[in-house]
Every structure is written in C-alpha cells, then in structure tokens.
C-alpha cells in the first residue's frame, strides 16, 4: 500500500497555517474592535453599523485587485499584503494614543483593513495551489 503524500503535514504548510491563522484572529479582533470602538465615540448603533457597511464597499474594488494579482508575482503580492494590513493596524493605536483618532479616521481604517484582507483573500486563491502541490488518487 502506497503512502499517500501528506500535504498538511509539511513544514510549509505547517508555517503557512499558522501564519494565516495568526492573521485571521487579527483580522476577526479588528471586526469587533472597530465597531465598537466607534460606538464608544459616538454612543450610536448607526454609526457603529456604517463601519460595518463600509468594510463591506471596499468589496466594490475586488475586480481591480484580482486583475492587480494577475498581473503581478502573487507571492511578491501575499507578503505586501500582510505588511499592508499590519501598517494600517498600527495606525488605530498610535492615533489613539495621540489623542488623533476620530471615527472618519476609524472608517478610513476599515475600509483599507477591508481592502488589505481581500487582497490577501485574492492572492491566497492563486498561490495556495502554486505552493502545495496537491495530488487526486
């Protein structure tokens, strides 16, 4: 009996795993955080549910990011991502601790949050078959 090659038992995967479970808690953590932290501001369900739409609108600019992907190396894309959402999720502390953060600030985060995780949703659906080679029976 031949043993089947195990893929999610790699190194890389194992690394890529993590990683990609790390990011979506920090992902997840700022989905709540946001809103809330808006309703904090501003004691206002509506304002708190516009953060929630407008992570939604960033979904508006997925075709150009798609076509950004296909023309771009994905891997160079998936580590640029990563960066770019950890740049903008550094940007929610040191306003606050500052005293600069606002809610039009808070919903110009989520929306490039927004942006920054579907990116990364985009790059991943072209890399993951390029990085682990996955065979049928």
Do not use: K
């Amino acid at each position: 009996m031949n043993t089947p090659s195990h893929t999610w038992i790699t190194r890389r995967f194992l690394l890529y795993a993590t990683g990609n479970a790390v990011n979506n808690i920090g992902n997840s953590m700022w989905t709540i955080a946001l809103p809330l932290l808006v309703y904090h501001f501003t004691r206002s369900s509506l304002f708190m549910g516009v953060t929630v739409a407008i992570e939604a609108l960033s979904m508006l600019l997925q075709p150009l990011v798609g076509t950004r992907v296909d023309h771009t190396s994905p891997r160079r894309l998936l580590v640029g991502s990563l960066f770019y959402q950890a740049a903008v999720s550094a940007l929610v502390p040191f306003l606050y601790g500052v005293h600069a953060l606002t809610v039009g600030v808070i919903y110009a985060v989520v929306f490039l949050l927004g942006l920054g995780m579907n990116a990364l949703q985009t790059v991943q659906t072209v890399l993951i078959p390029l990085m682990f080679r996955f065979s049928c029976p």
